[in-house]
């Protein structure tokens, strides 16, 4: 028997804003009053944070006075400490040098983030170029710049390049440690696997606290180096085992008949690596590598225990001189802003990494 | 006799305790076109893959193009320039554009500047319908069009033999029809081509020989119309009977 389809409902109507906060907010008395309170308590809160933080806020060096009587934030200790913060103890009339190096690397990383640069040969001879004007500009020695040792190298752009130079030395390494975990060499792999699970298997603190103070009594005179470049090195050693893994789940989770097909046409094993694996290994575990990345850069404040003045210890040392010392609390959520707008810069990147390739995904 | 395109001799392929390939002897002529069937787990693939040593025979001797086939990196690549190969699942890179995918392992497997590479990437996807795919990367491809690039893809090393690994089996019913049309073109162009197939028309129309395996051992092998019309063993017969619906 053959029968006629029901006719059809009308559309839902389209949700007004109205009605929307009717359904999610205020659908029951329970649900309006926690809504009114939590509103409420949000209102409070933003309301004494702006207080603080604008209104009651003490802005210029020059009334510090105020900052005893006032109830808001002190930023004056910024402006009377921030060279202190930014620049660590590096000396005052070159600090100039020093912000130079700093968006020397900072330009470095932005670049190198650009598809444009992807590319072995690029990406060798612009961190080359970025590290090589970093350390002329932060070191000097030539061009008539006076020489500053490590020792005196501090601030932001202290972090800023341990941070660098530990991912770009670190990521090579990382592939190595990977690709060797796979060889088929049993001790090869077992050598790449013994090592990647030593080295994660120790805290970050004692491989630094190695590298920085034992390392001069094992090494010979001529291997030892700089003290920041053995903890740089230390460094890059502790990212690549994490790194390794992640790259190694990426090529674990390509299809064999990837790596097949690659064989078959008669590529070389090097192109089979380098132009059909890695890059799609790279690809799938993109979320996983930012995320270690992130906190890497995080984890540059560790350093300050080997005696580098890196960000967050020269605003400690800024706010243990007495008079500015009741104002840590505006140091601090200054040296977070400064971290979070690194750190937010590299989220968003990643973000848009993954949807430039979900486009190429079809 | 002039020196066949491949020579295998007592050829052995095991899988840890099972025997997929039990003693191999197999010639393929310059130009011949043969269709390799039998039952799932017969040795079919393990077959063809021992040919571009994809994987490695345990005994016996292969020899391709006056190559023979062991331990030696260069032997090995060498052998694999001249032996293309179209697999089941297509494998086409996914992170490269169809166009890339054909150029880039012609400029790394000849060493071909990527100009030329490209200008006879672009030939190959003509020949094979889906130059205008060029630009795409493959998964906004329909399968039929996948399997075309792959094949186009494999053509670009200008190989002398190419291997077809159920290249039709992962493909919706409608899309059959284009990938078995290229390559019959391949075959009417004087390839020497071995398929591993279940198109058992396709094997009718353009094999010279139908080899039938069955664990891991060739049966029976003779001419398509004696192959349908009068099998001799007694298996060739019962999976005639299954794969035709007799």
């Not at chain 1, 690549?240 to 070389?268: D, F, H, K, T, V």
């Not at chain 2, 040593?53 to 006056?66: P, S, Y």
Request: charged share 20%; hydrophobic share 55%.
């Amino acid at each position: 028997m053959a029968r006629a389809p029901a006719p059809a409902l009308p559309p839902p109507p389209a949700a007004s804003g109205l009605a929307w906060l009717r359904r999610r907010l205020f659908a029951t008395w329970f649900d309006a009053i926690v809504t009114v309170l939590a509103g409420a308590a949000l209102v409070w809160l933003l309301a004494a944070l702006i207080d603080w933080a604008f209104l009651d806020a003490v802005w210029s060096a020059e009334m510090r006075e105020r900052c005893r009587e006032t109830a808001g934030a002190c930023w004056a200790v910024i402006e009377a400490r921030g060279r202190l913060i930014l620049f660590g103890l590096y000396p005052h009339e070159a600090h100039w040098r020093s912000t130079l190096a700093c968006l020397i690397v900072v330009a470095t990383m932005v670049l190198s983030c650009l598809p444009a640069f992807w590319g072995m040969a690029r990406l060798a001879g612009l961190w080359l170029a970025g590290f090589g004007g970093f350390v002329l500009m932060m070191h000097g020695g030539l061009f008539g710049l006076p020489v500053v040792t490590t020792e005196q190298w501090g601030g932001l752009s202290l972090t800023v390049f341990i941070f660098a130079a530990v991912v770009v030395l670190g990521m090579p390494m990382a592939v190595v440690l990977a690709l060797a975990r796979r060889a088929r060499l049993p001790v090869v792999a077992g050598l790449a696997a013994l090592i990647i699970d030593t080295v994660r298997g120790l805290p970050l603190l004692t491989i630094l606290f190695a590298a920085a103070v034992v390392a001069p009594l094992a090494l010979p005179d001529w291997a030892q180096g700089d003290k920041l470049g053995r903890v740089i090195v230390a460094f890059a050693v502790f990212y690549a085992a994490y790194q390794a893994e992640i790259i190694r789940a990426g090529l674990q989770s390509i299809p064999p008949g990837q790596e097949e097909a690659a064989l078959a046409l008669g590529m070389p094993w090097r192109s089979v690596v380098f132009d059909i694996l890695l890059p799609q290994a790279f690809r799938n575990t993109l979320p996983a590598t930012i995320n270690q990345v992130v906190i890497t850069f995080k984890e540059t404040s560790i350093v300050t225990i080997i005696g580098f003045f890196e960000v967050t210890a020269s605003a400690s040392a800024a706010i243990g001189r007495g008079e500015w010392g009741a104002y840590y609390v505006e140091v601090y959520v200054f040296v977070a802003l400064i971290y979070f707008v690194f750190v937010f810069g590299l989220s968003r990147y990643g973000a848009w990494l993954e949807r430039r390739m979900r486009l190429i995904r079809g | 006799m002039a020196e066949p395109a491949i020579r295998m001799r007592g050829v052995v392929k095991r899988f840890g305790g099972f025997t997929a390939l039990d003693g191999i002897d197999l010639d393929v002529a310059r130009g011949e076109r043969l269709v390799l069937c039998g039952p799932s787990g017969s040795g079919k693939s393990t077959l063809i893959r021992c040919i571009n040593r994809l994987d490695v025979h345990d005994e016996g001797m292969i020899v391709v193009e006056g190559v023979e086939l062991g331990d030696e990196d260069a032997a090995i690549r060498a052998v694999r320039r001249e032996v293309g190969m179209v697999f089941q699942s297509f494998n086409l890179f996914p992170h490269l554009t169809v166009l890339e995918n054909c150029a880039l392992p012609r400029m790394r497997a000849r060493g071909t500047p990527r100009a030329e590479a490209e200008a006879l990437a672009r030939e190959q996807l003509s020949r094979l319908r889906v130059a205008d795919q060029a630009a795409k990367y493959p998964d906004a491809l329909s399968g039929g069009q996948k399997q075309r690039v792959a094949i186009a893809r494999a053509l670009c090393i200008e190989p002398r033999i190419m291997l077809f690994d159920e290249p039709t089996s992962a493909l919706d019913p409608e899309m059959v029809g284009e990938v078995l049309e290229a390559m019959v073109m391949l075959a009417e162009g004087g390839m020497t081509m071995i398929c591993v197939t279940h198109e058992m028309g396709f094997a009718r129309r353009v094999a010279d020989r139908v080899v039938f395996m069955e664990g891991g051992r060739i049966i029976e092998q003779a001419p398509p119309e004696r192959f349908f019309s009068a099998p001799a063993a007694a298996q060739t017969r019962r999976f005639l009977g299954q794969v035709l619906g007799r």
